[in-house]
C-alpha cells in the first residue's frame, strides 16, 4: 500500500513539474524560432513581414539621426557665445578685415565648437540677410560667395534662402552640392535680432551617416537590400550590386517607387531596377517638407531558394518527380557527327576527374552511369565539368566509417571546385552570374550536389538538372561559352543522339515557383 502511494506521488509530482516545463521549453522554442516556422509554411507572407519589420526600424533610425542632427543645430543657433560669433564676424568681414587677428581668433573658437559639438556635420556657413556667406569652417568655393550670383542659380539651398518667407528652421533634401563637389543637404536657422532676420546659420550635413545605416544589411540574406529613393526618383543611398556610386545618379522608375507616390506603402513582387523579381516592401514619408521613399527588397530567388531549404527532403522529391515526367522536346538541330572529336578542340573528362575550360575548348565525359555529370560555367569566361563517382561525398550511402574505410578514395569535388572558383576565378558578385547543371540517371546524388551548391551561396535558379532514371548511361559535351550541353543518353542499347535538351529545360528556381505556387 505504502509502495502504491509513492508511486502515485511521484506521478503526480513529474505530472506537476513536468507538464509546466515542457509547455516552457515548447514556448522558448516557438519564441527564438517564430520567424523559421512561420516561413516554412508560408515564405510568401513571412518574407513580406520581415521587410516591412526592417523597412520600419531603418526609416525610424533615419528619422531619430536627422532629429539629433537637427536638435544639435537648433541648440547650436541658439547658443549666446555663436550668435555673438555671427555678429562679430559679420562686422569684421564687413570692415574688409576677416584676415586679422580677431578674425582669426573667433575662427579658431568656432573650429574647435564645430568639431566638438557638430562632428556630424560636413561644414558650418554664416549668410546674412543679403546673401553673402561671410564665414565657412571648410573654406570651399562658397566662401565668400553670395546666394545672389547667377553661378548658385538651381542649388536648392540658395534657392530656398532666397525664397524665405518664414522664420522656422528649413530642410532641404540631398542634392549634388557643387561647392563640396558631393551630396549634401543642409539645416537653415534663421539668425533673429530685434524682430528682424539678421542671417542665417546655415549646417551641412554628408550622405555617409545615413548611407551607413541603410547599407547595414544585416538580417537580409544573401540579396537583400533597403535603399531611399528621393521625389525625383534618384537614389540617395548606394546600391548593393553596383560598384559606382548611385547616390543622385541612380533613377529608379519601379513599382515600388510609382506606388509608394500613389498610395504612400505596400508590399508586391515586382521586378527592380536591375530587371530582376524581387520581394519589395516600400513607403513613402516626409521631413521637413521632404519627400522620400524607403524601400526593402530581396530576390525572388533567394526566397524561393530558402523555401526549399525549409522543406528540403519534401521539395527535393516533389522536384524528382516533376523532372521524370518532363517532357523533354525533341530538339536534335545540333547532332554531333562522328567525327566531332577531330573537328573540336576538345578536353576528355574521365571518370572520378574535372577540367576546367577557358580557351575556347569543349569539355566532354562518357559513360556516366551510377556516376553523376556536373558543368559549371561563367559564360564567356570558363567552365569546369566533373565526373562525380559513387565515392563521393554527394552520394547519399557515404557515411562517416566509409568514409574512413576508403580515405583517399573519398572525394569532395563539389566542395572543392567551389573553393577554388571562389578564391581564384570570381569576386563575390559574379557568383551569381554562375549556372550549373546536374545529369544522372539516378537522384542519388542530385539532392546533395544542390544542398552543398546552395551553401557556396548559389540560387535554385542557377541549377538545371536533366535526371532520367530510364536511362541506363549519358554522355556530356560542354561548351562553357554559352552554357551549352549535349547529352547523349543510352537505354536498352539504344544510342541517340546528342541532343541540345538542357537549354529547353526550366531551371530549380522554375521549378519550385510552380510547385510552391507563389
Same mark, same amino acid.
Not at 193 to 204: D, F, M, P, S
Not at 455 to 476: A, F, M, R, T, W
Not at 490 to 496: E, P, Q, S
Given at each position: =500500500?505504502?509502495?502504491?502511494?509513492?508511486?502515485?506521488?511521484?506521478?503526480?509530482?513529474?505530472?506537476?513539474?513536468?507538464?509546466?516545463?515542457?509547455?516552457?521549453?515548447?514556448?522558448?522554442?516557438?519564441? !527564438?524560432?517564430?520567424?523559421?516556422?512561420?516561413?516554412?509554411?508560408?515564405?510568401?507572407?513571412?518574407? !513580406?513581414?520581415? %521587410?516591412?519589420?526592417?523597412? $520600419?526600424?531603418?526609416?525610424?533610425?533615419?528619422?531619430?539621426?536627422?532629429?539629433?542632427?537637427?536638435?544639435?543645430?537648433?541648440?547650436?543657433?541658439?547658443?549666446?557665445?555663436? @550668435?555673438?560669433?555671427?555678429?562679430?564676424?559679420?562686422?569684421?568681414?564687413?570692415? *574688409?578685415?576677416?584676415?586679422?587677428?580677431?578674425?582669426? %581668433?573667433?575662427?579658431?573658437?568656432?573650429?574647435?565648437?564645430?568639431?566638438?559639438?557638430?562632428?556630424?556635420?560636413?561644414?558650418?556657413?554664416?549668410?546674412?540677410?543679403?546673401?553673402?556667406?561671410?564665414?565657412?569652417?571648410? $573654406?570651399?568655393?562658397?566662401?565668400?560667395?553670395?546666394?545672389?550670383?547667377?553661378?548658385?542659380?538651381?542649388?536648392? %539651398?540658395?534657392?530656398?534662402?532666397?525664397?524665405?518667407?518664414?522664420?522656422?528652421?528649413?530642410?532641404?533634401?540631398?542634392?549634388?552640392?557643387?561647392?563640396?563637389?558631393?551630396?549634401?543637404?543642409?539645416?537653415?536657422?534663421?539668425?533673429?535680432?530685434?524682430? $528682424?532676420?539678421?542671417?542665417?546659420?546655415?549646417?551641412?550635413?554628408?550622405?555617409?551617416?545615413?548611407?551607413?545605416?541603410?547599407?547595414?544589411?544585416? *538580417?537580409?540574406?544573401?540579396?537583400?537590400?533597403?535603399?531611399?529613393?528621393?521625389?525625383?526618383?534618384?537614389?540617395?543611398?548606394?546600391?548593393?550590386? @553596383?560598384?559606382?556610386?548611385?547616390?543622385?545618379?541612380?533613377?529608379?522608375?519601379?513599382? #515600388?517607387?510609382?506606388? #509608394?507616390?500613389?498610395?504612400?506603402?505596400?508590399?508586391?513582387?515586382?521586378?527592380?531596377?536591375?530587371?530582376?523579381?524581387?520581394?519589395?516592401?516600400?513607403?513613402?514619408?516626409?521631413?521637413?517638407?521632404?519627400?522620400?521613399?524607403?524601400?526593402?527588397?530581396?530576390?525572388?530567388?533567394?526566397?524561393?531558394?530558402?523555401?526549399?531549404?525549409?522543406?528540403? &527532403?519534401?521539395?527535393?522529391?516533389?522536384?524528382?518527380?516533376?523532372?521524370?515526367?518532363?517532357?523533354?522536346?525533341?530538339?536534335?538541330?545540333?547532332? !554531333?557527327?562522328?567525327?566531332?572529336?577531330?573537328?573540336?578542340?576538345?578536353?576528355?573528362?574521365?571518370?572520378?576527374?574535372?577540367?576546367?575550360?577557358?580557351?575556347?575548348?569543349?569539355?566532354?565525359?562518357?559513360?556516366? #552511369?551510377?556516376?553523376?555529370?556536373?558543368?559549371?560555367?561563367?559564360?564567356?569566361?570558363?567552365?569546369?565539368?566533373?565526373?562525380?563517382?559513387?565515392?563521393?561525398?554527394?552520394?547519399?550511402?557515404?557515411?562517416?566509417?566509409?568514409?574512413?574505410?576508403?580515405?583517399?578514395?573519398?572525394?569532395?569535388?563539389?566542395?572543392?571546385?567551389?573553393?577554388?572558383?571562389?578564391?581564384?576565378?570570381?569576386?563575390?558578385?559574379?557568383?551569381?552570374? %554562375?549556372?550549373?547543371?546536374?545529369?544522372?540517371?539516378?537522384?542519388?546524388?542530385?539532392? *546533395?550536389?544542390?544542398?552543398?551548391?546552395?551553401?557556396?551561396?548559389?540560387?535554385?535558379?542557377?541549377?538545371?538538372?536533366?535526371?532520367?532514371?530510364?536511362?541506363?548511361?549519358? &554522355?556530356?559535351?560542354?561548351?562553357?561559352?554559352?552554357?551549352?550541353?549535349?547529352?547523349?543518353?543510352?537505354?536498352?542499347?539504344?544510342?541517340?543522339?546528342?541532343? &541540345?535538351?538542357?537549354?529547353? @529545360?526550366?531551371?530549380?528556381?522554375?521549378? =519550385?515557383?510552380?510547385?510552391?505556387? !507563389?
Amino acid at each position: =500500500m505504502k509502495n502504491k502511494m509513492e508511486n502515485i506521488f511521484f506521478t503526480k509530482m513529474t505530472l506537476f513539474i513536468g507538464v509546466p516545463l515542457t509547455m516552457s521549453i515548447i514556448a522558448i522554442y516557438l519564441f !527564438f524560432n517564430f520567424d523559421d516556422i512561420y516561413f516554412h509554411y508560408n515564405p510568401t507572407k513571412a518574407t !513580406f513581414s520581415k %521587410l516591412e519589420r526592417i523597412r $520600419k526600424e531603418k526609416k525610424s533610425k533615419v528619422i531619430h539621426y536627422l532629429d539629433q542632427q537637427k536638435s544639435a543645430g537648433e541648440k547650436a543657433s541658439q547658443n549666446d557665445t555663436i @550668435i555673438n560669433y555671427f555678429k562679430k564676424l559679420h562686422y569684421l568681414y564687413k570692415k *574688409n578685415a576677416y584676415n586679422g587677428s580677431e578674425y582669426t %581668433l573667433i575662427e579658431h573658437s568656432l573650429n574647435k565648437f564645430f568639431v566638438t559639438e557638430l562632428d556630424k556635420f560636413y561644414d558650418i556657413l554664416f549668410i546674412d540677410n543679403e546673401g553673402d556667406v561671410f564665414f565657412t569652417v571648410k $573654406k570651399e568655393d562658397d566662401f565668400l560667395g553670395n546666394i545672389y550670383e547667377s553661378r548658385f542659380n538651381g542649388i536648392s %539651398l540658395y534657392e530656398k534662402i532666397r525664397a524665405i518667407k518664414t522664420r522656422e528652421m528649413e530642410f532641404v533634401d540631398y542634392e549634388y552640392y557643387s561647392a563640396s563637389d558631393e551630396p549634401a543637404s543642409f539645416f537653415i536657422f534663421p539668425v533673429i535680432e530685434a524682430n $528682424k532676420i539678421q542671417g542665417y546659420i546655415v549646417l551641412q550635413l554628408p550622405v555617409n551617416y545615413i548611407n551607413t545605416i541603410l547599407t547595414d544589411r544585416r *538580417n537580409l540574406g544573401r540579396t537583400g537590400e533597403i535603399y531611399l529613393v528621393n521625389y525625383k526618383q534618384l537614389m540617395i543611398t548606394q546600391s548593393r550590386f @553596383i560598384d559606382d556610386s548611385t547616390i543622385l545618379t541612380k533613377q529608379v522608375d519601379t513599382e #515600388a517607387v510609382r506606388n #509608394a507616390l500613389r498610395e504612400k506603402r505596400g508590399n508586391k513582387i515586382i521586378e527592380d531596377y536591375r530587371h530582376k523579381r524581387v520581394f519589395s516592401s516600400y513607403e513613402r514619408f516626409d521631413y521637413g517638407g521632404t519627400a522620400w521613399i524607403i524601400i526593402a527588397e530581396i530576390d525572388e530567388d533567394e526566397v524561393i531558394t530558402e523555401a526549399y531549404r525549409s522543406r528540403e &527532403d519534401e521539395l527535393f522529391d516533389k522536384a524528382c518527380e516533376y523532372l521524370e515526367n518532363y517532357p523533354y522536346p525533341n530538339d536534335k538541330q545540333k547532332v !554531333f557527327a562522328p567525327d566531332w572529336k577531330q573537328n573540336n578542340n576538345c578536353v576528355k573528362v574521365d571518370f572520378k576527374e574535372f577540367q576546367k575550360a577557358k580557351n575556347s575548348e569543349l569539355l566532354y565525359t562518357e559513360g556516366v #552511369a551510377t556516376c553523376t555529370a556536373l558543368t559549371i560555367s561563367y559564360p564567356g569566361k570558363f567552365g569546369y565539368l566533373i565526373h562525380i563517382t559513387p565515392t563521393d561525398e554527394v552520394y547519399r550511402n557515404i557515411g562517416i566509417f566509409t568514409k574512413i574505410f576508403l580515405r583517399d578514395s573519398c572525394t569532395d569535388f563539389v566542395g572543392m571546385v567551389m573553393n577554388s572558383i571562389n578564391r581564384h576565378d570570381i569576386i563575390q558578385y559574379e557568383k551569381s552570374l %554562375l549556372r550549373f547543371g546536374i545529369f544522372a540517371t539516378h537522384s542519388s546524388s542530385s539532392k *546533395n550536389i544542390i544542398h552543398k551548391l546552395m551553401d557556396n551561396g548559389v540560387e535554385l535558379s542557377q541549377i538545371k538538372v536533366l535526371l532520367k532514371k530510364n536511362s541506363k548511361i549519358v &554522355d556530356i559535351i560542354f561548351d562553357y561559352r554559352e552554357d551549352q550541353v549535349w547529352s547523349l543518353w543510352k537505354a536498352n542499347d539504344i544510342n541517340m543522339t546528342f541532343v &541540345d535538351e538542357y537549354k529547353h @529545360i526550366p531551371d530549380l528556381g522554375e521549378i =519550385m515557383l510552380s510547385i510552391l505556387n !507563389f
